[in-house]
């Protein structure tokens, strides 16, 4: 029913910016929150971000300050700005359409000069 599909993943240099993209379809876009989470290899996969329907948004406290989600309706899709990246920030990363539970596929991001 509903498809989640991250993009913009890719190498990015330490202190670097990086643009993340998820595109929601089946569904109408507007209706419901969405969520970035992130998932380091052997590690958990965990919440960073989210935004509701009228775009009010929060964000883990290990993110706050560097990364912005943000949304854009007409487009159907979800952002994440990711600024002043760190190797630690390297991981897959996931969108989540929260009314349906609907996770995308991940995009990779890697941190590292």
């Known amino acids: 029913q509903v498809q989640v599909v991250e993009s913009g993943g890719g190498l990015v240099q330490p202190g670097g910016s990086l643009r993340l993209s998820c595109v929601v379809s089946?569904?109408?876009?507007?209706?419901?929150?969405m969520a970035w989470y992130r998932q380091a290899p052997a590690g958990q996969r965990k919440w960073l971000a989210g935004i509701s329907r009228r775009a009010s948004t929060a964000y883990a406290d290990f993110v706050k300050g560097r990364f912005t989600i943000s949304r854009d309706n007409a487009k159907n899709t979800v952002y994440l700005q990711m600024d002043k990246v760190e190797v630690e920030d390297t991981a897959v990363y996931y969108c989540k359409h929260l009314a349906t539970e609907t996770w995308g596929q991940g995009t990779q991001v890697t941190v590292s000069s």
């Open positions: 089946g569904i109408t876009f507007s209706e419901g929150g």
